[in-house]
């Protein structure tokens, strides 16, 4: 009886299926430990962040005109009736966003390293130009009646989301005056979001050509360091922007996508065109400068509107290295209906013990992948990894199937295993597809190869008869 059960094939093949569920175990661990070093990575970019410079968002420049509304309000008596005046005041700040401005930059990708991960920053070397409307005095809007605006000195203002990435001073010509950058926006509340940026007092013939009404044109110098993305508010009537970068890898996201770009081996090449009409930014910045009452910035919960470019990785090996786990059971459930095929036709005893070895050595490739994949480039990593396996597997077989042919043929049927997978690792938009006509492909060999095996006979431990009646 126990003869019977040890070869019976139903009992294998519920044997195969269970150690096939077992085996997950192991994948899952290694699967779990690339999600952990995915992660490592994500934190050791955060701490560059938090050392260095972030992700860059800018916004401006635009001039602030600070003014003070005042009026008289009658006094009442218990009886209302009015016993006198009171002088009341309150600071407002009025926007004027250029009428078009252009940004004019290159990205030069340069990497840091925490450990052994590299995160990629950027040096931008850009030229904003553009022109402010002209001003006047008389368009402000009044909040009470009879009130006197009371003027005070206007600034230009520009906002980084971090400022430690700044390159060196930003040189602002405004007319034919050059001004200096100083820290923060004076009248702007400490909580309001766009609070921590710079501005320039308008000093000089830029500060006599707004004063008399005229428009003012401006060239703004700017170098900022950034984190991988980079992002631009548009905040003028027109906004336009060219950026050049060798980078090969661009990742445009925003509200607003480039109008025109070319991406090749030699980098990129995009340009942006926003209007006003389409974008809800400056709303977004003037409730920026407002400070919220609870002590945060009104609407800063929400991203400000903005067209952005980042540098992505060209392969991030441990998105590759997941990719790759997923198709773990499956790849393991093929090469083990192999090895049961090899069993089945050749009359070859396999032991399960000799089944949860070849499990093993494949499940211990996925781990190869992983750690020769953070030393070397992920196609590197993976043939290595995948010819050990491959190599492993022809000795161990050549040895249990007592031939050397079938060792290697065996070792080939694996090989091309890892072809295929490594074909749907690289080919991501096809992935499923390719996945599908695999499987498909592997289980129409597997039913016309034992379309004629006689199961029951194999099951009482007889030779397969082509074509028997059970």
Not at 272 to 301: H, I, K, N, Y
Not at 366 to 374: G, I
Not at 383 to 405: I, N, P
Not at 450 to 456: E, F, H, L, P, Q
């Amino acid at each position: 009886m126990l003869a019977r059960l040890r070869h019976s094939v139903l009992i294998k093949v519920l044997g195969l299926l269970l150690l096939t569920v077992l085996l997950y175990i192991p994948l899952a661990q290694i699967e779990g430990l690339t999600r952990e070093r995915g992660n490592s990575q994500r934190e050791a970019a955060a701490e560059l962040a938090s050392t260095y410079t972030g992700a860059q968002t800018l916004v401006g420049p635009f001039v602030v005109q600070p003014y003070v509304e005042r009026w008289m309000e009658p006094q009442r008596d218990a009886q209302g009736r009015i016993v006198g005046q009171e002088a009341r005041s309150k600071e407002m700040t009025h926007l004027i966003f250029p009428d078009k401005l252009h940004l004019e930059g290159r990205l030069a990708p340069q990497e840091r390293y925490r450990g052994i991960f590299r995160i990629p920053f950027y040096t931008l070397d850009a030229a904003l130009e553009g022109a402010f409307a002209a001003f006047d005095a008389a368009a402000l809007p009044h909040s009470e009646k009879e009130s006197m605006i009371e003027l005070r000195p206007p600034y230009v203002a520009l906002h980084l989301s971090d400022l430690r990435g700044l390159d060196g001073s930003p040189a602002l010509q405004l007319a034919t005056e050059t001004l200096r950058f100083q820290q923060r926006l004076p009248g702007v509340a400490e909580d309001a979001g766009l609070a921590d940026g710079i501005h320039a007092p308008l000093a000089g013939a830029a500060l006599a050509a707004w004063q008399a009404g005229r428009p003012l044109p401006f060239h703004l110098k700017l170098g900022v360091v950034g984190q991988e993305r980079l992002a631009v508010v548009p905040i003028a009537e027109e906004t336009t922007a060219h950026l050049v970068s060798p980078w090969a890898h661009p990742s445009f996201g925003g509200r607003f996508l480039a109008s025109e770009r070319s991406v090749s081996a030699q980098g990129f090449d995009a340009r942006w065109r926003v209007s006003s009409l389409v974008t809800t930014a400056r709303e977004q910045v003037r409730e920026g400068l407002r400070g919220g009452r609870d002590g945060r910035a009104p609407g800063a919960g929400a991203a400000m509107q903005s067209f952005d470019v980042s540098l992505a990785q060209p392969l991030n090996v441990y998105a590759m290295s997941t990719r790759a786990a997923k198709y773990g059971l499956l790849f393991i459930g093929l090469v083990l209906m192999a090895a049961f095929m090899f069993e089945l036709f050749r009359r070859l005893p396999l032991h399960p013990v000799q089944y949860g070895l070849v499990g093993l050595s494949i499940a211990v490739f996925f781990l190869l992948l992983l750690a020769l994949s953070e030393k070397v480039a992920f196609w590197l990593a993976y043939a290595c990894a995948a010819g050990a396996s491959v190599l492993l597997l022809a000795v161990y077989f050549s040895a249990v199937l007592r031939g050397w042919r079938r060792g290697l043929s065996f070792a080939a049927y694996v090989a091309l295993l890892y072809g295929a997978l490594y074909g749907l690792l690289a080919s991501e938009s096809n992935a499923l597809l390719l996945g599908a006509l695999l499987v498909f492909g592997m289980l129409a060999t597997l039913m016309l190869a034992t379309r004629k095996v006689d199961w029951y006979a194999l099951s009482m431990g007889h030779a397969p008869v082509a074509g028997a009646q059970p």
